[in-house]
């Protein structure tokens, strides 16, 4: 059974990182232990907001910068939402790192394959979620 105050965390990275152009490693960083573990306890309450003024609470209350880091726009293709991507890393979370979310959101959105899940011109993101695992602890794409 999914988390669900992990995918909440999760969406709401990826929300906050298109919002602002970020790299999600960059999101995740500058929100830091205390303000993710915040997000992560309290997502069943947070969740009744919508997730846009949430995330704007939290890009304020952090001095989120502004990137140019744009993989909607890059995306030649249909861009997966949110949500979507929220559910691909809390999976690899859970499978990672099942006894520790926060420190799974820091140790998954900080590492290599972070970057290639969102990249929304490949197929990776929509890879079976056995398989991102396995990437993950090999530190390369399986093939």
């Given at each position: 059974?999914?988390?669900?105050?992990?995918f909440?965390t999760?969406?709401?990275?990826?929300?906050?990182?298109?919002?602002?152009k970020?790299?999600r490693?960059?999101?995740?960083?500058?929100?830091?232990t205390?303000a993710?573990?915040?997000?992560y306890?309290?997502?069943?309450?947070?969740?009744?907001?919508?997730?846009?003024?949430?995330?704007d609470?939290?890009?304020?209350l952090?001095?989120?910068?502004?990137g140019?880091?744009?993989?909607?726009?890059?995306?030649?293709?249909?861009?997966?939402?949110?949500w979507?991507?929220?559910?691909?890393?809390?999976?690899?979370?859970?499978?990672?790192?099942?006894?520790?979310?926060?420190g799974?959101?820091?140790?998954?959105y900080?590492?290599?394959?972070s970057?290639?899940?969102?990249n929304y011109?490949s197929?990776?993101y929509?890879?079976?979620?056995?398989?991102l695992?396995?990437?993950?602890?090999a530190g390369?794409?399986?093939?």
């Open positions: 059974m999914m988390d669900n105050n992990l909440y999760c969406s709401l990275i990826e929300f906050i990182g298109r919002m602002k970020l790299r490693s960059e999101v995740v960083e500058k929100l830091g205390e993710l573990t915040r997000i306890n309290y997502a069943d309450v947070l969740h009744s907001d919508s997730i846009e003024n949430v995330a609470q939290y890009s304020e952090t001095g989120m910068p502004s140019d880091f744009d993989n909607v726009k890059a995306c030649k293709y249909t861009v997966p939402g949110y979507d991507i929220g559910k691909v890393f809390t999976r690899l979370i859970e499978d990672v790192s099942p006894d520790d979310p926060v799974g959101v820091q140790k998954v900080g590492s290599w394959l970057d290639d899940i969102s011109n197929d990776l929509y890879q079976p979620r056995d398989y695992k396995e990437c993950f602890l390369k794409i399986l093939y």
